[in-house]
């Protein structure tokens, strides 16, 4: 299996504009995770799905943000309008449910200038 | 022996006493997470912990990273507060490594 696939792994754009970020999970995992991590803040969860529906977004920080999990396979992570303030190191890690362990994906740099 | 353990795995306690669920575990970490789980299988994120202590309302924790143990401690205990709660680690392969749980009741 190729693991969590994510992309881009690298994103830089500039303030105000539209960011997508793309997350496949390993092929059998229903739980999957986005997280987000910074200097400042180290890692933080920020929203969780199970069987394609969102369990827990309180970790979304603003309104800005958007997840969506149209399938088993796919997910997408927005940001619009980006900030600068949104720059960071974004995981996605998928698990099976009631499982011990969840698989994170390599990232992607976001940079918003 | 299982990388993340928690104690107790069941625990029942009347409203209003000091809750107090450990964690331990035996890999490098880069976090440790606590999470709830209620009856209708939905899991929140309470604390993200790599280091010292974290509190929200009624809940704490602490973490210490040299002896590789954390603990949740609930204030003034309230029946909504039975729940599964789950530590959770994330490694140095970035795996994120889940303990058994711990059943909390508590009754009114």
């Known amino acids: 299996d190729a693991g969590v696939i994510q992309s881009p792994r690298h994103e830089v754009t500039e303030m105000g504009q539209e960011v997508t970020l793309r997350c496949k999970p390993i092929?059998?995992?229903?739980?999957l995770f986005w997280y987000r991590q910074t200097m400042m803040r180290g890692l933080e969860l920020l929203i969780y799905?199970?069987?394609?529906?969102?369990?827990?977004d309180s970790g979304m920080p603003e309104d800005r943000f958007s997840a969506k999990m149209p399938n088993a396979s796919f997910s997408t992570l927005k940001i619009q309008p980006s900030e600068p303030r949104d720059s960071a190191v974004y995981f996605c890690?998928?698990?099976?449910?009631?499982?011990?362990?969840?698989?994170f994906g390599q990232g992607t740099r976001l940079t918003v200038v | 022996k299982n990388e993340v353990e928690q104690s107790p795995q069941n625990l029942t306690a009347q409203e209003g006493e000091f809750i107090t669920i450990n964690c331990s575990y035996s890999?490098?970490?880069?976090?440790l997470h606590w999470l709830q789980q209620h009856p209708g299988g939905g899991i929140v994120s309470l604390f993200m912990?790599?280091?010292?202590?974290k509190k929200h309302g009624r809940l704490i924790a602490t973490i210490n990273i040299q002896e590789k143990h954390s603990s949740l401690h609930i204030t003034a205990s309230h029946p909504r507060d039975s729940a599964v709660y789950i530590c959770?680690?994330?490694?140095?392969?970035?795996?994120?490594?889940w303990g058994a749980g711990t059943k909390l009741i508590i009754k009114p």
């Open positions: 890690a998928s698990s099976r449910t009631g499982g011990t362990e969840a698989f």
């Open positions: 092929s059998g995992h229903n739980s």
């Open positions: 799905f199970n069987n394609n529906v969102p369990i827990d």
């Open positions: 890999v490098g970490i880069s976090a």
């Open positions: 912990l790599s280091s010292g202590k």
């Open positions: 959770a680690v994330i490694g140095s392969n970035y795996q994120l490594i």
